[in-house]
């Protein structure tokens, strides 16, 4: 027999151990028969060939096991019917999700059925085309790749055209080339293979319905999602016609086209649908069984897509810990986590930190394949992040190296290249060259609209970039034009409450009073502040979003417009630290030097009214750190001298300064009294206090009591001062 890294077979061999489960139900099967194996290995097989492996993996492969065992024993190692049980145990456990033990086992039966029939037998074509679709589950996909060419091509010589086995080998090469990014040559195959299935086992097959789900994969990778959404309906359909809604694949094809509605703006409806296929996939295949992975990093990208980013990044933890139990550290489902959850950390602030995963993921897919759609992806998030994080030459050398590369090999009207052009726009714009980045803007936004549709999420995205640009350039009324429309889009499509709508519609603020239209932005001001109210506080989009707000009440104030603004301000305030507050751990410290960093608007708030005073203690007490509260303080003294006399405002900025002089006096002190001389000759040198002490045992006693007594005044004044 021949043999591949070991003895493939030996924990099925007579001599090694039976797990309980075999145990147990072999012993089912035995009792059930009255004792006669031979009978009972006859009742396993009938049961395990009527079995829906795909829908019972962890049984199907008990029962296989229970088979292939008794065959073993036997001696029937190089029997036809034993290879063809051991091949029925593969698809088992390949079900059961432990798709890095098999591609041993499928290695071996192709070099068995290779020795036994020759190269151009039915089995062997199967199983080669077995092998290349384990290889590419596994994350060899490059290699994977000649071999399922050769099982198509011998699969159309051998069974002819339209027989079900070409066309399962077509579909397996067709996602080789998906994950290979090689989306146009797999289209043409994808879209024969699903009408082939189509006219000869009908729509609802389940091989249709698995030609189907590629075509409409391959689609989206095209940039036709509209197309690929139209044929995911018919495949969820399908599923849940033919096999029920409870069954896995169905769980997953539904998993599947959340994501991809969720990505046209059908957000809640979206979120809803993952909950549902993830619930499905844990209840029957477990945690940590590759399709319910598929479906929790689906539900990861919902949740964020409705603005959950903290929920989203918990469950990306999550799942990448278990991919990397599952597939182990260097799979590309693994590196695809990674990305995800550097996304999460990038959407709740943590820009730092996002940076060091995008690094890596990078790099890694560099290294593997440098041309593939995945390195494209890494390329554009690393080059943002940088851009985030003010590294703006880095960011541009990687944007730019995006795009060209998107251009060439996909071509300039895909969404992924228009995306690029888009993202080098706002890189030129944050570098504080607008002039540069707006004909990109206006050009990304103009191909988003035609290719997607005016009124399409995307479109969205770049019409707030082409504001953004436009406000830089003081053209505020294009700003204002691009801005609404966002507005409206993300409005209708996301709802008032999301962070994505709120980040817009205080922009869109911001700028009507830039163009001094005072009503048109109080008036969006109480709608955007009515979202913002009704929302659970937290994550940067809300912080920054809630920042710009109570920017604009303070200019509200005081233009004198209307005062009544101040408690809603003083209610948003509090908000804004609770925000920072429920922020867990890993988070809030970056949130915190974020809110300090931005305290300017909280002094223009505090100080519009003489009775604002009051919320200053509140956010000082928020803010941890000495660096920090001393750019509050500095701030505060900086508006000395700008209020009249009498004017509670004054009062606190007298207070605030003549507490910090105690301080220095107290702090000065302090020192004077701990001084011991270390490294000094106690006889010379200066006539300090400290010395006076040292050299006269009477004089020292004296200037202690007179220090203790001038330290015990300063301290009670400081004391009445704080309490004030």
């Known amino acids: 027999m021949t043999e591949i890294d070991g003895d493939v077979l030996v924990q099925w061999r007579p001599e090694s151990a039976v797990s309980a489960d075999e145990a147990a139900v072999w012993s089912q099967f035995l009792t059930a028969a009255g004792g006669n194996a031979y009978v009972a290995i006859a009742q396993a097989r009938a049961q395990a060939e009527s079995l829906d492996a795909e829908a019972e993996p962890y049984l199907a492969t008990t029962l296989w096991s229970i088979i292939v065992r008794r065959d073993l024993a036997a001696g029937q190692d190089g029997l036809a019917t034993t290879l063809l049980s051991i091949r029925e145990l593969a698809e088992a456990i390949r079900h059961g999700g432990d798709r890095r033990k098999i591609v041993p086992l499928y290695k071996w039966l192709h070099a068995q059925w290779l020795a036994l029939e020759g190269p151009d037998d039915a089995h062997s074509i199967m199983a080669l085309r077995d092998l290349a679709w384990t290889m590419n589950q596994s994350g060899d996909r490059v290699a994977a790749l000649p071999l399922a060419r050769d099982a198509e091509a011998k699969s159309r010589l051998v069974f002819g055209d339209k027989h079900c086995e070409r066309v399962r080998a077509m579909a397996y090469l067709v996602d080789i080339l998906d994950n290979l990014s090689k989306e146009k040559e797999a289209e043409q195959i994808a879209e024969e293979a699903w009408k082939i299935a189509k006219e000869e086992f009908g729509p609802l097959d389940r091989l249709t319905l698995e030609c189907a789900a590629a075509y409409g994969q391959i689609l989206v990778g095209l940039g036709r999602r509209i197309e690929g959404t139209a044929v995911g309906d018919v495949v969820l359909a399908g599923r849940r016609k033919t096999l029920g809604e409870d069954h896995p694949a169905t769980g997953l094809t539904m998993s599947v086209y959340a994501r991809r509605i969720g990505a046209e703006g059908r957000g809640i409806e979206a979120l809803d649908l993952a909950k549902r296929s993830y619930s499905i996939l844990q209840d029957k295949l477990g945690s940590d069984h590759p399709k319910t992975l598929t479906a929790l990093r689906n539900l990861a990208t919902c949740l964020s897509r409705v603005g959950d980013y903290t929920a989203a990044r918990d469950r990306r933890i999550q799942g990448l810990a278990a991919r990397i139990k599952t597939y182990g550290e260097n799979h590309p489902n693994t590196w695809s986590e990674r990305n995800d959850l550097a996304f999460s950390y990038r959407k709740l602030g943590n820009s730092e930190k996002a940076l060091l995963l995008y690094r890596e993921v990078y790099e890694r897919r560099k290294q593997s394949n440098p041309n593939s759609r995945s390195t494209e992806v890494s390329m554009n998030n690393l080059g943002f992040t940088l851009m985030d994080l003010g590294q703006y030459s880095e960011a541009l050398e990687l944007l730019e190296k995006c795009y060209q590369q998107r251009a060439l090999n996909r ?153 009544e603004w101040r408690d809603t301000a003083r209610t948003l305030s509090a908000k804004y630290i609770e925000a920072i507050d429920l922020t867990d751990p890993e988070e809030s410290g970056h949130l915190r030097r974020y809110f300090a960093s931005y305290h300017s608007a909280w002094m223009s708030l505090c100080f519009a009214a003489p009775d604002g005073v009051s919320e200053i203690p509140r956010i000082l007490a928020a803010i941890q750190g000495r660096e920090m509260a001393a750019m509050v303080l500095a701030d505060i003294e900086a508006r000395a001298g700008a209020f009249p006399e009498g004017d509670p405002r004054q009062r606190y900025l007298d207070t605030v300064q003549e507490l910090r002089r105690l301080r220095m006096m107290l702090r000065a002190q302090e020192n004077r009294s701990d001084e011991d001389g270390s490294g000094e000759d106690p006889e010379t040198g200066g006539e300090d206090g400290s010395r006076l002490i040292r050299k006269d045992p009477v004089a020292s006693a004296a200037a202690a009591k007179n220090l203790a007594k001038s330290r015990a005044v300063l301290l009670s004044r400081h004391s009445e001062l704080i309490h004030q």
């Open 411 to 563: 071509g300039e009207d895909r969404l992924a290249t228009v995306m690029s052009l888009k993202n080098l726009g706002v890189c030129y714009s944050r570098m504080g060259l607008p002039e540069k980045g707006l004909p990109l803007l206006q050009l990304a936004a103009q191909k988003r609209s035609s290719l997607r549709g005016e009124d399409h999420v995307s479109t969205a995205v770049a019409l707030h970039d082409l504001g953004k640009c436009y406000s830089s350039l003081s053209r505020y009324e294009e700003a204002s034009e691009s801005f609404a429309r966002c507005q409206r889009i993300r409005k209708e499509k996301f709802g008032k409450a999301h962070p994505s709508t709120i980040s817009v519609e205080v922009d869109l603020i911001k700028t009507y009073l830039q163009l001094g239209q005072l009503d048109d932005s109080t008036a969006l001001l109480k709608v955007t502040l009515a979202s913002i109210t009704s929302t659970m506080p937290g994550g940067l989009t809300w912080l920054r979003a809630t920042k710009v707000v109570l920017e604009v009440v303070a200019s509200v104030i005081v233009s004198g417009k209307s005062v």
